[in-house]
């Protein structure tokens, strides 16, 4: 299952899944794509489809592994990641080099073992307002899940994931 940024950074008031699914698309790949969020409806560790969450390996856009598969996001670590394997936008960039992100930062609203923090995810990731509270994590961790709370008015950087695997 690929795991890729947006092609620009968003700040809380994004329709991510949107997003996600439209560049999927503009990119030619065929799968549909979810928001790396908890959302309102949502946790994170349930956004991959049940079947699929042990036996795939999650990789970036040049199919570089990430993570073992899903479930391992979410062991309680924080989602530790190979800082050295490149997550890419899709249209091709490094997201960790590119300065069209300049805040090395990844939203999720989750905890890290991937459940909703209804407190902190930009009211369900509908505002930008400064007062309104955001979890996301600094890449420079080495991890996905880190628990660091920013104004939602923050541009970071959004992650989609290939929800479910196409042969």
């Not at 805040?103 to 909703?116: E, L, P, Y």
């Amino acid at each position: 299952l690929h795991l890729v940024a947006l092609n620009l950074p968003f700040s809380g008031d994004m329709r991510a899944d949107f997003q996600c699914f439209q560049q999927a698309q503009l990119a030619g790949l065929t799968s549909t794509y979810r928001a790396f969020l908890s959302s309102h409806l949502q946790d994170l560790a349930t956004v991959v489809r049940k079947t699929d969450r042990y036996h795939l390996p999650i990789v970036n856009l040049k199919g570089e592994t990430l993570f073992n598969n899903w479930e391992s996001i979410f062991n309680g670590n924080g989602g530790q990641f190979n800082f050295h394997v490149p997550i890419y936008s899709f249209d091709g960039r490094n997201v960790m080099t590119d300065p069209s992100w300049p805040h090395k930062v990844i939203w999720h609203g989750s905890t890290a073992n991937g459940i909703r923090l209804v407190s902190n995810y930009c009211e369900a990731w509908r505002t930008a307002d400064m007062g309104a509270m955001g979890q996301a994590s600094p890449l420079k961790t080495g991890k996905l899940l880190d628990q660091k709370v920013y104004s939602c008015s923050n541009q970071f950087i959004v992650l989609c994931i290939e929800n479910s695997f196409v042969s």
